[in-house]
Nanobody, 116 residues
Framework: QARLVESGGGLVQPGGSLTLSCAAS????????MAWYRQPLGSKRELLAA???????NYADSVKGRFAISRDNAKNTVYLQMNQLKPEDTATYFC??????????WGEGTQVTVSS
């Protein structure tokens, strides 16, 4: 079974940028469609960005044009580049593998706080 570990979260000012990483072990990441979700405190988990095994991407309207998902199969890692951050982006961010599979693999999340 795959293990996914997110990193790169932290405190950033509005308008700033962060890059999140999702490192996989116990599986070959290149075999999976991957996604990033976020969950603000007290709110539901929201799908933000997805990338399939051939590199095609899709984004939620709330982040399109500001966030970019990418994958480096040689490093067994997926990234989320976040630009022009807003206070409403504050949430726990989760990496998920197997977007289009009945079997889903989740990381434990990394906190992003956008505040001045």
């Amino acid at each position: 079974q795959a293990r996914l570990v997110e990193s790169g979260g932290g405190l950033v000012q509005p308008g700033g940028s962060l890059t999140l990483s999702c490192a996989a072990s116990g599986a070959t990441l290149s075999e999976y469609d991957m996604a990033w979700y976020r969950q603000p405190l007290g709110s539901k988990r929201e799908l933000l960005a997805a990338i399939n095994v051939v590199g095609n991407t899709n984004y939620a309207d709330s982040v399109k044009g500001r966030f970019a998902i990418s994958r480096d199969n040689a490093k067994n890692t997926v990234y989320l580049q976040m630009n022009q951050l807003k206070p409403e982006d504050t949430a726990t961010y989760f990496c998920m593998g197997g977007l289009n599979s009945p079997f889903k693999y989740w990381g434990e999340g990394t906190q992003v706080t956008v505040s001045s």
